[in-house]
């Protein structure tokens, strides 16, 4: 990202293209932001700071920890016991919020979705996408997953349980996916590759070991 | 008297609704800024994320529906900042009047 | 409820709807499901959302749940389920497992 207003302290920079005509809410927004750096309750660093680091997030984390988990079998134990530990092994900080990571077998699928907001593991995953933030998603993961998981093109067999997470309170989660058969001996960054966003909210299976993906 | 129990409208879980369109967007330098806002007000405990969540759900339904999701959480936060005191309704008013004349003059 | 309930415990949501900001979703309230995991205690939202301290802190639970036991209608697999966190003033004995 480059050239946000707050940069250049009063001298704004024009809106970038993706930004569209300045809505009435952009402009509350500045201006909320505005007073507050006047007040001196934030600065225009702090929220520089604040901007990078959630641009620093995005699944690239949580794909670090899936693919510690595939590789590391202790790793998997002590991230499926205490999630917000094993994010920090690796660097990762959860702040206020505690990870939750559930588990995909052959036994049972899980799905996660936030029915009264849109709670969303953002310190491993980044900001959410917006379906996920969506009246239909919201609505009928709870009471249709096997519908919602179709849309995605995720069948699940009848003898596995999907298991659904409502993110109601303080926890946060993240799908372990399981582990793509003929990944034997890969390594960690390979496997990582496999490893997507959607795999790790729950609505798809991870990529498969002979799908092509883009090498690093 | 009617038995039926209060629902409120973000409460949707269950629902009746449309196919989930895999729709997502990159977002605007504004989206980002809000989200700072919270993140830094919360990092204060100027204000918590459950009263974030109380003011996007007092929005009438008609609004929660149309707004975009940072456009509830800069209606929320907004409010909540005129709620505490930390800054006013008129100081808000005025600035959005002079930005909008600094786009103008832009333009 | 005071004392952190033991996993597998039988419990049922209250069917209370009152007004104000509540992190129990309607659609659970009322039934019943077992504990899963005791997640530590948190401030109540229910007075965090505006502006107290959330004291006392609440026993938090992940209740899990039948899909057939929270939606009559359900169309999808026997053992589907649903876990949902919910803190403790709104669970009460269930007597007997779902």
Same mark, same amino acid.
């Given at each position: 990202m480059t050239g946000h207003p707050h940069d250049h302290g009063h001298a704004h920079a024009p #809106? #970038? #293209? *993706? /930004?569209g005509p300045p809505s009435e809410y952009a402009r509350l927004g500045r201006a909320v932001r505005e007073i507050l750096v006047e007040k001196g309750i934030l600065s225009a660093a702090d929220v520089r700071r604040a901007i990078e680091a959630m641009d620093a997030r995005g699944p690239h984390l949580g794909a670090r920890m899936v693919a510690r988990a595939w590789h590391d079998l202790a790793y998997k134990a002590r991230l499926l016991a205490d999630g917000t530990a094993a994010a920090a092994e690796l660097g990762i900080e959860m702040g206020p919020t505690i990870l939750k990571v559930v588990e995909n077998t052959a036994a049972v699928h899980n799905l996660i979705v936030c029915t009264l907001c849109s709670c969303y593991p953002r310190m491993v995953l980044g900001i959410p996408p917006d379906w996920y933030k969506s009246r239909p998603y919201r609505s009928r993961a709870v009471h249709e997953p096997r519908s919602v998981l179709a849309e995605f093109g995720t069948v699940i067999p009848d003898d596995v349980e999907v298991r659904v997470h /409502? @993110? %109601? #309170?303080d926890l946060r989660y993240l799908v372990l996916p399981r582990r793509p058969a =003929? %990944? *034997? =001996?890969? @390594?960690e960054a390979a496997l990582a590759s496999l490893v997507t966003r959607d795999s790790m909210i729950g609505v798809s299976l991870a990529r498969s070991a002979h799908e092509p993906v883009e090498t690093a | 008297m009617s038995d039926t129990p209060l629902r409120r409208h973000?409460?949707?879980?269950g629902l009746p609704a449309g196919r989930v369109e895999r729709a997502d967007h990159v977002l605007a330098a504004w989206e980002k800024e809000v989200d700072a806002l919270l993140v830094l007000l919360s990092r204060q405990g100027i204000i918590r994320v459950d009263e974030l969540r109380r003011g996007i759900e007092a929005l009438p339904p008609d609004a929660y529906d149309r707004l975009g999701y940072y456009e509830r959480w800069i209606h929320s936060i907004t409010a909540a900042l005129v709620e505490k005191g930390v800054l006013t309704q008129a100081e808000v008013a005025d600035r959005v009047a002079t930005i909008a004349a600094r786009e103008e003059a832009e333009r | 409820m005071s004392a952190p309930l033991a996993l597998g415990t039988a419990v049922r949501v209250r069917a209370a709807y009152p007004p104000g900001h509540i992190r129990t979703p309607f659609y659970v309230r009322g039934k019943r499901g077992r504990i899963v995991q005791y997640c530590g205690d948190f401030g109540n939202p229910e007075t965090l959302a505006y502006g107290h301290d959330g004291t006392p802190r609440q026993p938090l639970y992940r209740v899990h749940f039948a899909q057939s036991e929270v939606w009559p209608?359900?169309?999808?697999?026997?053992r589907d389920s649903l876990e949902v966190e919910i803190y403790s003033h709104w669970l009460e004995p269930a007597g007997d497992a779902p």
């Open positions: #809106a #970038a #293209a *993706e /930004d /409502d @993110s %109601t #309170a =003929g %990944t *034997e =001996g890969w @390594s | 973000h409460d949707m879980g | 209608d359900y169309r999808g697999v026997g």
